[in-house]
């Protein structure tokens, strides 16, 4: 059994989703939800799911193994985020070389960094008259969004979008690709 932990600091509507994707497969499962924030509704969405719960502390998490002996002692073996704000530390990506993925709403390089989440994406996207936005998804490394791409889809960007009207339309192709796509990146290692 791949056993997978999600880390999420917001609602939750993509963790959701990739535990609700996992949920009777037969040999993929999320076993553990992790959050830096105590009030995230992802907390009361893993509830909701059955899943364990933890939440961390920034010194916690940068300043000790607790989380990587936490996942450890799960038999946790590959990790997903979503909407998870903090670089990871060098402790947790060496535990998990090449087994971390992120999905970043925008067509990686551009629209990524640090500051670079939610509505500023958009916003970001909009502003700068782009005619075509997305999703990434790509493997975590000790920078934000700069992990090698595992997989792009893109949507139109209409010239009276507001930022609202696109996030519906990334969300749309982050709930429909994120899980696949993490599945088969699990079949293929």
Same mark, same amino acid.
Do not use: L, M, W
């Given at each position: 059994m791949t056993n997978i932990a999600i880390l999420a600091s917001g609602s939750? #509507?993509?963790?959701? /989703?990739v535990s609700e994707y996992f949920a009777y497969h037969p040999s993929i499962r999320v076993k553990l939800i992790l959050s830096n924030k =105590? +009030? %995230?509704y992802v907390l009361n969405r893993a509830r909701q799911l059955g899943i364990p719960s933890q939440v961390f502390s920034?010194? #916690?998490f940068y300043d000790t193994h607790e989380i990587p002996d936490l996942l450890k002692k799960n038999d946790i073996s590959f990790i997903v985020l979503a909407g998870f704000l903090w670089l990871l530390p060098e402790n947790l990506l060496n535990?998990? =070389?090449? /087994?971390i993925v992120n999905i970043h709403p925008a067509l990686l390089p551009k629209y990524g960094g640090k500051g670079m989440y939610? %509505?500023?994406? !958009?916003?970001?996207?909009?502003r700068s008259g782009e005619r075509e936005s997305g999703?990434?998804? !790509?493997?975590?490394?000790?920078?934000? +969004? %700069?992990? +090698?791409?595992?997989?792009? %889809?893109?949507? =139109?960007v209409m010239p009276d979008d507001t930022v609202d009207r696109l996030a519906a339309r990334i969300h749309e192709l982050e709930y429909k !690709?994120? =899980?696949v796509v993490i599945e088969e990146v699990l079949?293929?290692?």
């Open positions: 939750g #509507t993509n963790a959701q /989703r =105590p +009030d %995230a920034r010194k #916690t535990a998990y =070389p090449g /087994r939610g %509505a500023r994406v !958009h916003e970001a996207v909009i999703i990434s998804i !790509h493997y975590v490394n000790e920078k934000y +969004d %700069a992990g +090698d791409v595992i997989f792009r %889809a893109s949507c =139109p !690709h994120y =899980p079949k293929g290692s």
